[in-house]
């Protein structure tokens, strides 16, 4: 265990108990997403309920890309040519089964999911200490995922806090072997990878950065919350990416979405990413990358033969193209994303990366219910969203009286 954080006995959130994995409507909401249950509220702590209009897209950002993962898993490693010989010209439309069920997430929600606990740990963190690493803390947060995949490193993670209790987390849905190498070697939380690798394992687990900038500094400028995303998404890829491309183009992905969260339009929103981009060393072939991707949604009607011109979606600029040009092209959630997934290449994380932007674009009610139903952790992906919508509400810090509700957090998401 590393000395740097606290030692403390496990303080394990029983998933049973109710918390672990929330319902939607456990803060009050009387519309429960399709699919998934109801259940009785675990305590009579009041909590802070998040604002309608950030719910709805913090809970599309979440759950849009987990939906673009599902559709895009049974077929990462298709090619189009095969897709359409299985399933007809139009392709992937819902669910095929992959990993033994219908709606299987892979390890891009898996990570998305842990980049969310760490980013909140983060703010426990700063709240009560005044100052915190937050891309350390993040990748203690990978550690955890790193177990849940039945791997570990020289350093080892403290299994607290209620995610890790998630049983249908530990499950491998065909990690990337450049997360997968980085993180069994690290020696300390917060060690960078001896590695120059630009794949997408960055771009596509960051999207909640880009949430919590928008929700901490919701007084700000958009410039100035999009400037802290693209910084933080990059760092928090550089944590297993070495390539400045991988680290910018995950950047990138925080950026759009804090700007998207905001209410910016798509066009609007890429303008200011694109600026900002520009003023980063190494941005070259993420910004060409958005560009092209631009160009063509604007040549013509949207089709997979465009996309294949952007590339396959395995390196981490490809894979921001083809999402942004899905968004742009089919102007909606669910031709967006089926846009994402059919084609040659990394189907289910260029699903996922699109299904982020659309869903925190056009919001939670975008997505279609059959994709909502039977979706693989979603009653854990609207938890997240939720909490991720309302932390700086928390009564946690030396300047909140404390109180059981301090308590309550604390647990879920413990200060390391
Ligand atoms: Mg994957």
Same mark, same amino acid.
């Given at each position: 265990?590393?000395?740097?954080?606290?030692?403390?006995?496990?303080?394990?959130?029983?998933?049973?108990?109710?918390?672990?994995?929330?319902?939607?409507?456990?803060?009050?909401?009387?519309?429960?997403?399709?699919?998934?249950?109801?259940?009785?509220?675990?305590?009579?702590?009041?909590?802070?309920?998040?604002?309608?209009? %950030?719910?709805?897209?913090?809970?599309?950002?979440?759950?849009?890309?987990?939906?673009?993962?599902?559709?895009?898993?049974?077929v990462?490693?298709?090619?189009?040519?095969?897709i359409r010989a299985e399933l007809g010209?139009g392709g992937v439309h819902?669910?095929l089964?992959?990993?033994?069920?219908?709606?299987?997430?892979?390890?891009?929600?898996?990570?998305?999911?842990?980049?969310?606990?760490?980013?909140?740990?983060?703010?426990?963190?700063?709240?009560?200490?005044?100052?915190?690493?937050?891309?350390?803390?993040?990748?203690?947060?990978?550690?955890?995922?790193?177990?849940? $995949?039945?791997?570990?490193?020289?350093?080892?993670?403290?299994?607290?806090?209620?995610?890790?209790?998630?049983?249908?987390?530990?499950?491998?849905?065909?990690?990337?072997?450049?997360?997968? $190498?980085? %993180? $069994?070697?690290?020696?300390?939380?917060?060690?960078?990878?001896?590695?120059?690798?630009?794949?997408?394992?960055?771009?596509?687990?960051?999207?909640?950065?880009?949430?919590?900038?928008?929700?901490?500094?919701?007084?700000?400028?958009?410039?100035?919350?999009?400037?802290?995303?693209?910084?933080?998404?990059?760092?928090?890829?550089?944590?297993?990416?070495?390539?400045?491309?991988? $680290?910018?183009?995950?950047?990138?992905?925080?950026?759009?979405?804090?700007?998207?969260?905001?209410?910016?339009?798509?066009?609007?929103?890429?303008?200011?990413?694109?600026?900002?981009?520009?003023?980063?060393?190494?941005?070259?072939?993420?910004?060409?990358?958005?560009?092209?991707?631009?160009?063509?949604?604007?040549?013509?009607?949207?089709?997979?033969?465009?996309?294949?011109?952007?590339?396959?979606?395995?390196?981490?600029?490809?894979?921001?193209?083809?999402?942004?040009?899905?968004?742009?092209?089919?102007?909606?959630?669910?031709?967006?994303?089926? %846009?994402?997934?059919?084609?040659?290449?990394?189907?289910?994380?260029?699903?996922?990366?699109?299904?982020?932007?659309?869903?925190?674009?056009?919001?939670?009610?975008?997505?279609?219910?059959?994709?909502?139903?039977?979706?693989?952790?979603?009653?854990?992906?609207?938890?997240?969203?939720?909490?991720?919508?309302?932390?700086?509400?928390?009564?946690?810090?030396?300047?909140?009286?404390?109180?059981?509700?301090?308590?309550?957090?604390?647990?879920?998401?413990?200060?390391?």
């Open positions: 265990m590393f000395s740097v954080f606290r030692r403390k006995p496990a303080a394990v959130v029983a998933p049973d108990a109710g918390d672990g994995a929330r319902p939607p409507d456990a803060a009050g909401d009387p519309t429960p997403l399709p699919g998934t249950t109801r259940r009785a509220p675990p305590t009579r702590l009041h909590r802070p309920k998040p604002l309608p209009e %950030l719910k709805r897209r913090w809970r599309g950002c979440l759950i849009g890309g987990a939906v673009g993962d599902a559709l895009g898993a049974p990462e490693f298709k090619s189009l040519e095969e010209p819902g669910y089964e992959a990993f033994g069920r219908f709606g299987a997430i892979t390890d891009d929600t898996q990570m998305a999911m842990f980049t969310t606990e760490g980013l909140l740990r983060a703010y426990t963190h700063g709240a009560l200490q005044g100052s915190v690493d937050v891309a350390a803390i993040v990748d203690h947060a990978y550690l955890r995922w790193l177990h849940t $995949q039945r791997s570990s490193a020289p350093v080892q993670p403290v299994l607290d806090g209620w995610l890790v209790n998630e049983t249908a987390l530990y499950a491998s849905r065909v990690p990337g072997a450049t997360v997968m $190498q980085s %993180l $069994q070697r690290k020696q300390f939380p917060g060690e960078r990878p001896r590695n120059h690798s630009k794949g997408a394992g960055g771009a596509m687990r960051v999207a909640p950065v880009g949430l919590y900038c928008a929700r901490l500094h919701e007084g700000m400028s958009d410039e100035r919350v999009a400037r802290h995303a693209l910084e933080l998404g990059a760092e928090i890829a550089s944590l297993t990416h070495g390539h400045p491309t991988g $680290q910018l183009a995950a950047g990138a992905v925080a950026a759009l979405v804090a700007l998207l969260a905001r209410g910016r339009p798509l066009a609007e929103a890429l303008d200011l990413a694109c600026a900002l981009l520009e003023r980063r060393p190494g941005h070259d072939e993420t910004l060409a990358a958005i560009v092209r991707a631009r160009e063509l949604a604007a040549a013509g009607p949207a089709s997979a033969d465009q996309i294949a011109r952007l590339g396959e979606g395995w390196i981490a600029e490809e894979a921001v193209a083809i999402a942004v040009y899905s968004a742009l092209a089919a102007g909606e959630f669910d031709a967006g994303v089926r %846009l994402a997934v059919n084609h040659d290449g990394d189907s289910d994380t260029t699903g996922a990366i699109a299904g982020n932007l659309l869903g925190v674009l056009h919001g939670i009610e975008s997505i279609p219910t059959r994709f909502t139903n039977g979706l693989e952790l979603v009653d854990a992906l609207v938890a997240l969203a939720d909490d991720l919508a309302t932390f700086p509400l928390w009564p946690v810090g030396e300047f909140q009286p404390a109180s059981d509700l301090s308590e309550h957090w604390l647990e879920r998401y413990p200060a390391h």
